[in-house]
């Protein structure tokens, strides 16, 4: 048994150097002295002094920040209700429904970031910080219904019932008896919806205006001279997660720690 | 009248300041300082966005975006021309235009300066690796990019027109066109380089690629090359006898401006010597005013010529506008080169 | 139950909005000619009959080609991974997906960028190897980069849907097997895998669905040469400005993708219905 952990500690620790390891390089350049990024010459702190220097790269952090989170938070309430609600409608419109949320999924994001284009320019939305918003909804919420659905089908579906004879009210059952039991699919999607909007350039980029962009807008728009200003970006990112993390997760077990103690 | 129009909306600026320009702008393409700097001298506010390519810009506008002042390329600026989306410019708003070199002026795209000034210049050439590259074999010319002794060892652009322009003035024809056989016989050029040379069709990535010293031989921009030979002393630039393209990147003002007192005043902000000065310095491009560019090349960019490109040689054109058939003939050639092996 | 069945129509009007009428514009784009304009709109199918040039079939068929062995790589690398990870206490568990989705949340641009310097001629692992008397392996503008790039963006694609379905799987399930005196690879293949076949399912399909329409991986990885699907809708939307046709290839994969996913999905169904 013992053995067997070993191993499997040994082969979660190089899959995560596979994916760590351009985050350490990214990390590493960020205290490049020239511009290059892939080439290190020198140690300096010049391009975290450039970030915070740079107000357009701060504005742009609050706006991805603050999509990413809307964004995640209103789909995956939209997401979870579809999905349970899904399960209890007819056959017909619940292949319908799966297959259309399919579509954004499925098209290259050059052809969502189209069709969105013409079609709030089709209604006269003011493109910004708003119709941003509407399109990161738009294409998170399917990442939630593929994620919570699957989990919804194989769920239980005598529990809510008889905890509704039992007296319960439908709002509690809900919240009561069958979000709990969803809670991975739930899990699965926040973390799904949050990547696919903090990562997203093609069609944050369509359907923005006024100024209103975020980091990828940033970060692909800097083509021509990219510098590792955003490597510092990245490098503070991973820090505050590490931070949290440790904060979350060790503190409660330091604190358990010492009362059992006593 | 303009002139009166324009001063009264100037002064109208100090009173209020809800005046805002809307600027569209290539990415990483300016002095950002230089914007805050116009905000507070004309107490207005810049709303500032970039693009990636002149294309995607274009998609933007299409959709119904409104700017005010934009900076495209040449060929897209004679796109806009043609669709009659462009003000005149009144070069009597621009006094700083004085500084500005005749030989960026004038050009094909818009012979008369009648809508666009000038914002930043080059050409495109071989940038190539001195202790690889035997310097007799440059007098080939572009030919060079089929010498099989760099097999293996070059970049290409990846971007069918400026790749189209290399095997059309190898063969000495015009690059901007429109006779098929012309064009496939650039193809055939082309479809035999990739054979026998094996290159990279590489994008940007070109610039840290080369700083790094890791090919022979790339076809980049002149302001790129500037910025890559300050990193890598080994590299030199050199543009073909054949011709080649030079290109002009130059600030217009759209029809949605209403405030175009303001617009003028960003552009002739813009050719202030020591403003053009600071943006050339950041962005490391060529500037169009003479001495900007002079004090550039003294202290920034000592001995690297590829920061002053000649205007002036007889074989070199500028990108004309393509009809869309035409365009799509050469993308279809370019998909067949890139994704036939 | 029934109280909540009328929850679904909140997205059922807005995925009418938001994805049902682009998608119709598009398809009407793609059987029509006369620019992005649609006022002088005129009805053709020269647009999908351009589709079958062999040219365009090839980057079609590289692209599925890709598509297929990136995700198989991740099939692998992550159902083993997500099964190890649900063999650690639930809370741990937890940490080490969230540890999974994290490099995800740096921009894939500067991640491929430091694949780009890790792999190049003169990268850090041939300098590496270069010190230790090896000679440097041509690595850039390969296969081997594009698909490397491509998993390790995708990896927790596969990883979260595959553990979502092992996680709150019935181990007694498996004891039983055990105790029947099943062997450790049946349990696994007649147990284990065969109830988690819905992650895997889910995992696949949204690992092909994104492998299958990137582009900027191949493009920075694999150089201009690596012309697939996503880079031939991009060039005919944005640098060319041919919508028409650009509709019509992304109709046409989405129509493949389609059936690629029926397909799938009639496995599971077989599978289940065995039982």
């Given at each position: 048994m013992k053995k067997k952990k070993i191993g499997a500690i040994l082969y979660i620790a190089l899959c995560f150097?596979?994916?760590?390891?351009?985050?350490?390089?990214?990390?590493?350049?960020?205290?490049?002295?020239?511009?290059?990024?892939?080439?290190?010459?020198?140690?300096?702190?010049?391009?975290?002094?450039?970030?915070?220097?740079?107000?357009?790269?701060?504005?742009?952090?609050?706006?991805?920040?603050?999509?990413?989170?809307?964004?995640?938070?209103?789909?995956?309430?939209?997401?979870?209700?579809?999905?349970?609600?899904?399960?209890?409608?007819?056959?017909?419109?619940?292949?319908?429904?799966?297959?259309?949320?399919?579509?954004?999924?499925?098209?290259?994001?050059?052809?969502?970031?189209?069709?969105?284009?013409?079609?709030?320019?089709?209604?006269?939305?003011?493109?910004?910080?708003?119709?941003?918003?509407?399109?990161?909804?738009?294409?998170?919420?399917?990442?939630?219904?593929?994620?919570?659905?699957?989990?919804?089908?194989?769920?239980?579906?005598?529990?809510?019932?008889?905890?509704?004879?039992?007296?319960?009210?439908?709002?509690?059952?809900?919240?009561?008896?069958?979000?709990?039991?969803?809670?991975e699919?739930?899990f699965?999607?926040?973390?799904?919806?949050?990547?696919?909007?903090?990562?997203?350039?093609?069609?944050?980029?369509?359907?923005?205006?006024?100024?209103?962009?975020?980091?990828?807008?940033?970060?692909?728009?800097?083509?021509?001279?990219?510098?590792?200003?955003?490597?510092?970006?990245?490098?503070?990112?991973?820090?505050?997660?590490?931070?949290?993390l440790?904060?979350?997760n060790v503190?409660?077990a330091?604190?358990?720690?010492?009362?059992?103690?006593? | 009248?303009?002139?009166?129009?324009?001063?009264?909306?100037?002064?109208?600026?100090?009173?209020?300041?809800?005046?805002?320009?809307?600027?569209?702008?290539?990415?990483?393409?300016?002095?950002?300082?230089?914007?805050?700097?116009?905000?507070?001298?004309?107490?207005?506010?810049?709303?500032?966005?970039?693009?990636?390519?002149?294309?995607?810009?274009?998609?933007?506008?299409?959709?119904?975006?409104?700017?005010?002042?934009?900076?495209?390329?040449?060929?897209?600026?004679?796109?806009?021309?043609?669709?009659?989306?462009?003000?005149?410019?009144?070069?009597?708003?621009?006094?700083?235009?004085?500084?500005?070199?005749?030989?960026?002026?004038?050009?094909?795209?818009?012979?008369?300066?009648?809508?666009?000034?000038?914002?930043?210049?080059?050409?495109?050439?071989?940038?190539?690796?001195?202790?690889?590259?035997?310097?007799?074999?440059?007098?080939?010319?572009?030919?060079?990019?089929?010498?099989?002794?760099?097999?293996?060892?070059?970049?290409?652009?990846?971007?069918?027109?400026?790749?189209?322009?290399?095997?059309?003035?190898?063969?000495?024809?015009?690059?901007?066109?429109?006779?098929?056989?012309?064009?496939?016989?650039?193809?055939?050029?082309?479809?035999?380089?990739?054979?026998?040379?094996?290159?990279?069709?590489?994008?940007?990535?070109?610039?840290?690629?080369?700083?790094?010293?890791?090919?022979?031989?790339?076809?980049?921009?002149?302001?790129?090359?500037?910025?890559?030979?300050?990193?890598?002393?080994?590299?030199?630039?050199?543009?073909?006898?054949?011709?080649?393209?030079?290109?002009?990147?130059?600030?217009?003002?759209?029809?949605?401006?209403?405030?175009?007192?303001?617009?003028?005043?960003?552009?002739?902000?813009?050719?202030?010597?020591?403003?053009?000065?600071?943006?050339?310095?950041?962005?490391?491009?060529?500037?169009?005013?003479?001495?900007?560019?002079?004090?550039?090349?003294?202290?920034?960019?000592?001995?690297?010529?590829?920061?002053?490109?000649?205007?002036?040689?007889?074989?070199?054109?500028?990108?004309?506008?393509?009809?869309?058939?035409?365009?799509?003939?050469?993308?279809?050639?370019?998909?067949?080169?890139?994704?036939?092996? | 139950?029934?109280?909540?069945?009328?929850?679904?129509?909140?997205?059922?009007?807005?995925?009418?909005?938001?994805?049902?009428?682009?998608?119709?514009?598009?398809?009407?784009?793609?059987?029509?000619?006369?620019?992005?304009?649609?006022?002088?709109?005129?009805?053709?199918?020269?647009?999908?009959?351009?589709?079958?040039?062999?040219?365009?079939?090839?980057?079609?068929?590289?692209?599925?080609?890709?598509?297929?062995?990136?995700?198989?790589?991740?099939?692998?690398?992550g159902y083993t991974l997500a099964y190890l990870i649900t063999s650690f206490s639930e809370k741990v568990q937890s940490i080490l997906i969230l540890a999974v989705t994290?490099?995800?949340?740096?921009?894939?641009?500067?991640?491929?960028?430091?694949?780009?310097?890790?792999?190049?001629?003169?990268?850090?692992?041939?300098?590496?190897?270069?010190?230790?008397?090896?000679?440097?392996?041509?690595?850039?503008?390969?296969?081997?980069?594009?698909?490397?790039?491509?998993?390790?963006?995708?990896?927790?694609?596969?990883v979260i849907?595959i553990y979502t379905?092992l996680s709150k799987m019935?181990h007694?399930?498996i004891?039983?097997?055990?105790?029947?005196?099943?062997?450790?690879?049946?349990?696994?293949?007649?147990?284990t895998?065969?109830?988690?076949?819905?992650?895997?399912?889910?995992?696949?399909?949204?690992?092909?669905?994104?492998?299958?329409?990137?582009?900027?991986?191949?493009?920075?990885?694999?150089?201009?040469?690596?012309?697939?699907?996503?880079?031939?809708?991009?060039?005919?939307?944005?640098?060319?400005?041919?919508?028409?046709?650009?509709?019509?290839?992304?109709?046409?994969?989405?129509?493949?993708?389609?059936?690629?996913?029926?397909?799938?999905?009639?496995?599971?169904?077989?599978?289940?219905?065995?039982?």
């Open positions: 150097i596979f994916l760590y390891l351009p985050i350490v390089v990214t990390m590493f350049y960020s205290f490049n002295s020239s511009k290059s990024l892939t080439k290190f010459q020198g140690f300096s702190f010049r391009w975290y002094q450039n970030l915070f220097e740079s107000s357009d790269i701060m504005r742009a952090v609050w706006v991805s920040l603050s999509i990413a989170i809307l964004a995640t938070l209103i789909s995956t309430v939209l997401g979870t209700l579809t999905s349970i609600g899904l399960s209890k409608n007819r056959k017909i419109l619940k292949e319908l429904v799966i297959n259309i949320n399919n579509v954004p999924i499925m098209n290259p994001d050059i052809v969502t970031a189209i069709g969105l284009m013409i079609l709030f320019s089709a209604f006269h939305l003011e493109k910004g910080y708003l119709t941003m918003l509407l399109a990161h909804i738009a294409f998170c919420t399917p990442y939630v219904i593929t994620s919570v659905y699957p989990k919804v089908r194989t769920m239980d579906p005598n529990l809510a019932n008889a905890a509704m004879d039992l007296g319960a009210t439908p709002f509690q059952a809900l919240t009561k008896v069958i979000l709990p039991m969803l809670k699919g739930i699965a999607g926040v973390l799904l919806a949050f990547t696919m909007s903090f990562d997203d350039f093609v069609i944050s980029y369509f359907v923005t205006g006024n100024g209103v962009s975020n980091i990828s807008i940033v970060v692909y728009n800097m083509t021509k001279r990219t510098n590792p200003t955003i490597n510092a970006l990245s490098t503070i990112v991973i820090m505050v997660i590490a931070v949290t440790i904060i979350v503190v409660p330091i604190a358990g720690k010492k009362k059992k103690g006593k | 009248m303009v002139m009166t129009l324009s001063m009264s909306l100037i002064t109208g600026c100090g009173s209020k300041s809800n005046k805002t320009l809307k600027v569209y702008n290539a990415g990483e393409y300016i002095d950002t300082e230089l914007i805050h700097d116009f905000e507070k001298e004309f107490d207005c506010k810049v709303v500032y966005e970039t693009f990636d390519s002149n294309e995607s810009m274009y998609t933007k506008v299409q959709s119904g975006e409104k700017y005010d002042v934009i900076i495209p390329s040449d060929y897209m600026i004679e796109r806009l021309i043609k669709e009659d989306a462009l003000q005149k410019i009144d070069w009597s708003l621009i006094p700083n235009a004085e500084g500005l070199d005749e030989n960026v002026l004038g050009l094909a795209c818009d012979p008369d300066n009648e809508y666009s000034v000038p914002y930043f210049y080059g050409n495109v050439g071989i940038l190539y690796d001195k202790t690889v590259v035997d310097e007799a074999d440059l007098k080939d010319g572009w030919e060079i990019l089929r010498n099989e002794k760099y097999k293996g060892m070059l970049y290409m652009y990846d971007s069918e027109r400026d790749s189209f322009m290399i095997a059309l003035k190898a063969l000495g024809y015009s690059m901007n066109t429109t006779d098929k056989n012309e064009i496939d016989e650039a193809y055939e050029w082309l479809a035999d380089q990739r054979d026998t040379m094996e290159p990279v069709y590489a994008g940007d990535d070109v610039i840290d690629n080369m700083i790094s010293g890791n090919k022979a031989m790339a076809i980049v921009y002149s302001g790129d090359a500037t910025y890559i030979m300050s990193e890598n002393e080994n590299l030199a630039f050199f543009a073909p006898e054949e011709g080649t393209n030079i290109w002009n990147d130059a600030m217009i003002i759209t029809k949605d401006c209403a405030d175009t007192g303001l617009a003028h005043e960003f552009i002739n902000f813009m050719l202030d010597p020591d403003n053009a000065y600071a943006n050339t310095a950041e962005v490391g491009y060529t500037s169009p005013v003479i001495e900007a560019r002079k004090k550039a090349a003294a202290d920034d960019y000592a001995e690297i010529d590829a920061y002053i490109p000649d205007m002036t040689r007889p074989n070199d054109e500028v990108f004309r506008y393509q009809d869309s058939e035409t365009k799509a003939y050469f993308a279809e050639l370019w998909t067949k080169i890139k994704a036939a092996n | 139950m029934k109280h909540f069945r009328r929850m679904i129509w909140p997205y059922i009007i807005w995925a009418f909005v938001i994805i049902v009428l682009p998608l119709l514009m598009i398809i009407l784009y793609s059987v029509t000619k006369g620019g992005n304009e649609l006022l002088n709109i005129q009805f053709t199918f020269e647009n999908f009959k351009r589709m079958t040039e062999p040219i365009y079939v090839d980057v079609f068929a590289k692209s599925f080609k890709l598509g297929i062995l990136s995700v198989f790589i991740c099939l692998l690398i994290i490099p995800m949340w740096i921009n894939t641009l500067l991640r491929t960028y430091a694949w780009i310097s890790l792999l190049s001629d003169n990268g850090l692992i041939n300098t590496i190897l270069e010190k230790f008397g090896f000679d440097p392996i041509n690595m850039m503008y390969t296969d081997f980069a594009v698909v490397l790039g491509l998993v390790s963006d995708l990896l927790p694609f596969m849907p379905s019935d007694s399930l004891e039983a097997a055990h105790d029947l005196g099943a062997n450790k690879f049946k349990t696994f293949w007649r147990v895998f065969k109830l988690s076949i819905p992650g895997v399912l889910n995992g696949v399909i949204m690992t092909f669905l994104l492998s299958i329409s990137t582009f900027v991986i191949p493009k920075l990885l694999g150089g201009g040469q690596y012309t697939l699907i996503g880079n031939l809708i991009e060039n005919q939307f944005i640098s060319i400005g041919d919508w028409n046709f650009g509709s019509a290839i992304s109709v046409i994969l989405a129509f493949i993708i389609l059936m690629s996913i029926t397909f799938m999905k009639k496995i599971d169904k077989d599978e289940i219905e065995e039982e």
